[in-house]
């Protein structure tokens, strides 16, 4: 049954207080400008190589978790709205039997969750289908971390099952390293039917390029030099 629990909004940029998250960010630039950018164009050609090669479906039924996105009005704004037609195929194809909805309140007075769930019931979501509420998390990696949770809470001593990341193209490789890095058995699921070649995507791309080259590179920096809290913030 969903969570009926709807938090205060909070905002994801309460990280960039965080010193580890800072110390983070200056090795990444660091690391751009010492390479020429080179450093970013790797990491865009690693995001876009995801993007356009991953499936519209998992291999076998797994859990759909639905990445949220900040609403308009209260309402699934576009790129949402692909996502939620997405899953709202995988269960009407029977590839999956459990939705797990995430994302709180990002602004407005609704979470994302529940925007999602609003939207499936009214395009003909079964009820057959399990549909859960993850409603605390503001962004990708809080995201995971309430999913995995919720999910252990309920698997218990059988371990964590395979999900199925859906989410836009562009915000898959992020979702993957993530879900890897806290334990995941994951694959990813595709929102858009093909990669959108447009301006608006490609600096989609761009930025996601660049979140992931933070949060690798801060990892990898962090494996370098011994720094257990920084490698705790994705555990």
Known sequence: MPVPLSPAPRSPWHYLRDRDIQHAAAVTVLAVLLSGGLVWLGYLIHVCRVAARSPLAPPRRMIALVFGRRLERDRPEHDYQLRLQRALTLTQQQQTAHVLLLGGCSGGQCSEAAAGHAWLQQHGLSA???VELEQESVDSLENLRHARRLLQAQAGQAGLPPVA???????????????RHLGFDSQPVAAETELPWQWRYLGLLLIEAGYL?????GLRWAQLIGHRRMRARIS
């Open 165 to 179: 990341l859906v989410t836009s193209r562009y915000h898959l490789a992020r979702c993957l390293l993530l879900a």
């Open 128 to 130: 057959d289908v399990q």
């Open 213 to 217: 080259m933070w949060i690798d590179l």
